[in-house]
C-alpha cells in the first residue's frame, strides 16, 4: 500500500465510527465512479461523442450562446 494511502485510513481509523462508515461509503463510490468512467471512455464510440459535444460548444460560443464562467457564482 502507498504511504499516503496508508497515512490517509490510519486517520480514518480515528474518526468515530459513524464518520468511518461516511468516508468508507464516499470512497468506495468514489472508486465505482472512475471505474466507471473508465470503461465509458475506452469505448470507440465514446472519442466520436466527445468530438461531436466539444464541436457544439465551440458552435455555441462562436454564436454568443456562452457565458464566462465566474467561480464565485457556483
Same mark, same amino acid.
Given at each position: 500500500?502507498?504511504?499516503?494511502?496508508?497515512?490517509?485510513f490510519?486517520?480514518?481509523?480515528?474518526?468515530?465510527?459513524?464518520?468511518?462508515?461516511?468516508?468508507?461509503?464516499?470512497?468506495?463510490?468514489?472508486?465505482?465512479?472512475?471505474?466507471?468512467?473508465?470503461?465509458?471512455?475506452?469505448?470507440?464510440?465514446? $472519442?466520436?461523442?466527445?468530438?461531436?459535444?466539444?464541436?457544439?460548444?465551440?458552435?455555441? %460560443? %462562436?454564436? $454568443?450562446?456562452?457565458?464566462?464562467?465566474?467561480?464565485?457564482?457556483?
Open positions: 500500500m502507498d504511504d499516503l494511502l496508508q497515512k490517509a490510519e486517520r480514518a481509523s480515528t474518526l468515530p465510527t459513524d464518520e468511518q462508515e461516511r468516508f468508507a461509503r464516499f470512497l468506495l463510490a468514489e472508486l465505482e465512479s472512475e471505474q466507471l468512467w473508465a470503461e465509458l471512455f475506452s469505448r470507440p464510440e465514446s $472519442g466520436e461523442l466527445l468530438d461531436r459535444l466539444a464541436d457544439e460548444a465551440l458552435s455555441d %460560443h %462562436h454564436a $454568443g450562446r456562452t457565458q464566462p464562467l465566474d467561480p464565485d457564482d457556483l
